[in-house]
């Protein structure tokens, strides 16, 4: 027999690669923190001596979750301005808060606090886009956790940063050192959106993305709003002027992408763009409803993110991937318009595919990362079971989800964190709240 780390028992397994495959009663074999087979269950027993073996006789087996888009430091802002509409949420609650408080620590501890939560309800990789870039690698790798970690370029100064070219320069240091090659943590530009840059600094970006082979991630067509504005300070909407600036490509991470027209949904589909969808953030801040299908339609990959717990207000990626196929039906006036089984593609390979993380993780494949989400479905509101797909998609919860595995190491067991000290982190998350409350009072 060969010796194995792990051997995971699950009543059903969906790889997500193949499409539309459900394997029941398989093995999935795990060693070196890598997939290195899948196959029956009674076959794997007699073939594999594992160190550990993890019987789950009531579950689906999946790939873990990733959540192509979040700001996991805002976490800490959960609630803190809500019903409100994008530009006054940010100017009313969000940018004081942030002027007063941003710095390492709160970054630290928020960031925490959102891994916490992700690992929670099944995701096993993240896309982030905040200040101190580095502390959220840095508490990606030590709280074992995939992350891509996209690094501010903006034009006005922060806590982090004091202009464009400071931006520019700790981008690409972070880039370069430590985490070039590393197993967990990747990284990439993330300008905030398109008024946060001139031509200048984006052609300067792009530059630099194309020589460091990193994607670029960026809120794009939000809003109404932001449309009106772009057109009024430069005569073009936003993704004419970066189509213009060379931008327009399959390194670009097209966030939110709400409001586009005809041509622009051709042109992300020649240019092989990657868009995230954050339904649950769109619907909260009234930004509108992107045609889910008319994309995918097109040719397009599309990603599933949460946006930040500030504005959506969860990281919850279970209800993420209902809301995207309850919306894509709605808005396109035909149930069969997304799938149970497209919905969680998106939410796992499609979203490791728009990360550039597609060879590594998002299915369940020999040779890939062992990044696994293991769902309970014997529980009342999903019972019976005719297809584990649809049970998962349209009636599963957060707190179904009884294991998580990131590069084989086995985070949550049977509903427990076993890497983080959750008692310690509300303490510091209800001292956050104190903190923030002060300044929001003075506003």
């Known amino acids: 027999m060969q010796h194995c780390d792990t051997l995971i028992a699950p009543r059903w397994c969906v790889p997500v690669a193949p499409t539309n495959v459900v394997l029941i009663d398989h093995g999935v074999v795990v060693n070196d923190g890598r997939i290195t087979d ?119 100064p922060s806590a982090w940063a004091a202009n464009v070219a400071e931006y520019m320069g700790k981008a690409n240091d972070l880039v370069h050192d430590p985490y070039a090659d590393h197993p967990l943590v990747s990284t990439c530009f993330a300008p905030h959106s398109c008024s946060a840059l001139s031509d200048e600094s984006f052609v300067d970006l792009r530059v630099l993305a194309d020589q460091l082979d990193v994607r670029i991630q960026i809120h794009l067509h939000e809003t109404v709003a932001e449309l009106a504005l772009a057109l009024d300070k430069t005569g073009k909407r936003p993704i004419e002027r970066l189509h213009a600036l060379g931008l327009v490509n399959s390194s670009l991470l097209a966030v939110h992408a709400v409001h586009m027209n005809d041509a622009e949904i051709g042109i992300f589909a020649e240019s092989d763009v990657n868009v995230v969808h954050c339904p649950r953030s769109n619907l909260k801040l009234a930004s509108g409803i992107a045609p889910i299908a008319r994309y995918r339609e097109a040719g397009i990959n599309v990603a599933i993110g949460t946006d930040g717990a500030a504005s959506n207000n969860s990281l919850d990626m279970l209800s993420e991937m209902r809301m995207t196929a309850l919306l894509a039906k709605a808005v396109a006036s035909d149930a069969a318009a997304l799938s149970a089984g497209d919905a969680l593609r998106m939410a796992t390979l499609g979203g490791a595919v728009a990360l550039g993380l597609g060879h590594e993780t998002g299915s369940i494949e020999a040779g890939k990362w062992a990044d696994l989400t293991c769902v309970d479905l014997n529980r009342l509101n999903s019972q019976p079971v005719y297809d584990p797909v649809s049970q998962l998609v349209y009636t599963a919860r957060a707190d179904q989800v009884t294991d998580v595995w990131i590069a084989g190491k086995h985070q949550l067991d049977k509903g427990h964190l076993t890497q983080i000290d959750t008692t310690s982190l509300l303490a510091r998350s209800n001292e956050w709240r104190d903190r923030f409350a002060s300044s929001i009072s003075r506003v």
């Open 38 to 156: 899948i196959l029956p269950l009674a076959d794997a027993r007699l073939r594999y001596q594992p160190s550990v073996f993890i019987e789950r006789p009531d579950h689906l087996l999946i790939p873990g979750f990733v959540n192509s888009h979040t700001h996991a430091a805002m976490t800490l802002m959960r609630g803190l301005a809500d019903d409100l509409p994008l530009e006054s949420w940010l100017r009313a609650g969000i940018w004081p808060v942030e002027k007063r408080w941003v710095g390492a620590e709160m970054v630290r501890d928020g960031t925490e606090l959102a891994i916490a939560e992700m690992i929670s309800g099944g995701t096993t990789c993240f896309s982030d886009q905040y200040f101190f870039p580095e502390i959220v690698a840095e508490t990606a790798v030590d709280l074992h956790m995939r992350a891509l970690v996209g690094t501010p370029v903006i034009e006005f």
